[in-house]
Every structure is written in structure tokens, then in C-alpha cells.
């Protein structure tokens, strides 16, 4: 199991940067991917970026692409999200999400891609 905790997540006003970061630990594998996830009250949890461990490959929601970008530091086992540029529409809780030892490319996008999830953080983004 892998534990995972958020942090650096606050309220900010539009146009502002946050950075937010997940650190792993726990059970480690070779080959995994990671992801961040938000929900917003009233809506389901959207997908937000997602990243693969070892080759560091990038996905991105359409809704953050230019804005955000998603990193690890695989010293520290901890994943980052660093947003910039931030909108009212942003505000949700952001969630960290760790696969298992194997994963499916096309499930990276859907909460039911991950196998272990953080604790969220929330943003809050002021107009």
C-alpha cells in the first residue's frame, strides 16, 4: 500500500501560482504512474494531469493545459503540481492518485485508473 499526503494547497486570488506537492511512501514500484485529480462541490472528480514515473511522460485536462505542469522528484518521492495563471474555476479539493505495479495508458485519465489516493487538498481560487 502507498501512502500518500498532500500539501500546498490555500486560497489565492485569480492570476496567482500554487504549488502543490504528494509525498509517497510505503511500497514502491518499478513501473507506475501518478496523477492529480480535483473535485469541485456538486461535481464528480475530474482528471488534471497525470504522469509516468519512469519516463516522466505528461498528460494533461485540456481545462489546464498551459497553465499547470505536473513533476516528480523520484529522490524525494514526491509529485508536484505547479499552477499557474490560476481561475475561479480551478477552486476544488486536488487530489494525489499513485497506480498500482501495472496500469493502463488509456485508464490514466479516470479515478478508476488508480489504486491508491491522498487525502486532498483545497484550493481556493478568488475572482
Known amino acids: 500500500q502507498v501512502q500518500l499526503v498532500e500539501s500546498g494547497g490555500g486560497l489565492v486570488q485569480a492570476g496567482a501560482s500554487l504549488r502543490l506537492s504528494c509525498a509517497a511512501s510505503?511500497?514502491?514500484?518499478?513501473?507506475?504512474?501518478m496523477g492529480w485529480f480535483r473535485q469541485a462541490p456538486g461535481k464528480e472528480r475530474e482528471f488534471v494531469s497525470a504522469?509516468?514515473?519512469?519516463?516522466?511522460?505528461?498528460a494533461y485536462a485540456d481545462s489546464v493545459k498551459g497553465r499547470f505542469t505536473i513533476s516528480r522528484d523520484s529522490t524525494k518521492s514526491t509529485l508536484y503540481l505547479q499552477m499557474n495563471s490560476l481561475k475561479s474555476e480551478d477552486t476544488a479539493v486536488y487530489y494525489c492518485?499513485?497506480?498500482?505495479?501495472?496500469?493502463?495508458?488509456?485508464?490514466?485519465?479516470?479515478?478508476?485508473?488508480?489504486?491508491?489516493w491522498g487525502q486532498g487538498t483545497q484550493v481556493t481560487v478568488s475572482s
Open positions: 504522469i509516468i514515473w519512469s519516463s516522466g511522460y505528461t
Open positions: 510505503g511500497r514502491t514500484f518499478s513501473n507506475y504512474a
Open positions: 492518485a499513485a497506480t498500482g505495479q501495472s496500469f493502463v495508458y488509456g485508464r490514466l485519465r479516470f479515478p478508476s485508473g488508480y489504486d491508491n
